[in-house]
């Protein structure tokens, strides 16, 4: 059975950190691009960030030289490094997991960052 399992998220104050944790198991993580994804209420789920099976990484322009993607591949993990968050980084951020050169795609549950003014 396959789980990603996200946590990490909270309020915090603009100008302020997070650090998100995705934790997978059921699956052969380092076989695997990991992606961040963030859905506003009322908008559509967006890509945030990307890493690569070999560690290369992309971001959104919203986001780029604020967030940090990595991965941990001998714990399954994947992180995003949140600093100089803005209130409108305001989103349930999801993590999701492509298998490299297949099919399979696997969603997170999803945790709530709430960034005050």
């Known amino acids: 059975q396959v789980q990603l399992v996200e946590s990490g998220g909270g309020l915090v104050q603009a100008g302020g950190s997070l650090r998100l944790s995705c934790a997978a198991s059921g699956i052969i993580f380092s076989m695997y691009t990991m992606k961040w994804y963030r859905q506003a209420p009322g908008k559509q789920r967006v890509l945030v960030a990307v890493?690569?099976?070999?560690?290369?990484?992309d971001y959104a322009n919203s986001v780029k030289g604020r967030f940090t993607i990595s991965r941990d591949n001998a714990k399954s993990t994947a992180y995003l490094q949140m600093n100089s968050l803005k209130p409108e980084d305001t989103a349930v951020y999801y993590c999701?997991?492509?298998?490299?050169?297949?099919?399979?795609?696997?969603w997170g549950q999803g945790t709530q960052v709430t960034v005050s003014s």
């Open positions: 999701n997991a492509n298998q490299v050169g297949g099919p399979r795609s696997y």
């Open positions: 890493i690569g099976s070999g560690g290369a990484a």
